[in-house]
């Protein structure tokens, strides 16, 4: 099956600044997930972003599908941002299951 | 427009007790999944359901059974609980490969 990585694992900023996730694939997909768990422990859908660019209001995401990477980028962070952010790819063939990287776990401090 | 719901929030059972956790969307998606989160373990399949009327195991189906009752629910039934099956229990459904989830059952069996 395909292998999904994220980095980093763990990230801490101050309210106000920016950052950039990663999440690398193993094989070539067409379709992409990008998920917020909040520290109440639901699983938010960001964006469905298979290739290209998107944003949403202070996130933003692009995925290079040829490449086999995609960024997401969180602009002038909050506190309500923090939580652990997770991309997946959804694999007809291996299961009909989304396959969930390993995590950004994101912490934003005052 | 409420989109998957799921009933109970919590639950403590006992060993061998019997329970079902209900799920239900209004998004009218054919396919319907139920996942489980471990710590370090992230999200497993369970079972899933391509279209009404049909199921399909998953990766971790051992204990469980599920039902179809329509194209809106898709339930989870423990049939004798046991300590292993302690987690956080996620239905999703899916409009091709974009998947929503509800808000999760925690579970907790003694």
């Known amino acids: ?49 298979p290739s290209g660019t998107k944003q949403n209001g202070r996130l933003s995401a692009t995925t290079v599908a ?27 063939g291996g299961g009909n299951k989304l396959t969930f990287g390993t995590g950004t776990q994101l912490k934003v401090e005052l | 427009n409420a989109g998957v ?15 079902t956790l209900q ?28 279209s009404e009327g049909t199921t399909d195991k998953g990766e971790v189906p051992n204990g469980y059974n599920v039902s179809r009752l329509n194209k809106r629910e898709f339930s989870l039934r423990l049939e004798s609980a046991a300590p292993s099956q302690t987690s956080v229990y996620f239905c999703a459904s899916s409009r091709a490969y974009e998947q929503y989830f509800g808000p999760g059952t925690r579970l907790t069996v003694t």
């Open chain 2, 23 to 50: 799920c239900a969307q209004d998004m009218n998606h054919n396919s319907m999944y139920w996942y489980r989160q471990d710590p370090g373990m992230g999200l497993r399949l369970i079972y899933y359901s391509a």
């Open chain 1, 66 to 92: 040829t490449e086999r990477y995609s960024l997401l980028y969180i602009s002038s962070s909050q506190t309500t941002d923090s939580g652990v952010y997770f991309c997946a790819v959804f694999e007809p």
């Open chain 2, 5 to 19: 719901t799921q009933t109970p929030k919590f639950q403590v059972l006992k060993t061998g007790q019997s329970m």
């Open chain 1, 1 to 49: 099956g395909i292998q999904v990585e994220q980095s980093p694992p763990d990230l801490i900023l101050q309210e106000g600044a920016n950052s950039t996730l990663r999440c690398n694939f193993s094989d070539s997909v067409n379709n992409l997930q990008w998920f917020h768990q909040n520290p109440w422990g639901q699983l938010i859908n960001l964006f469905y972003i």
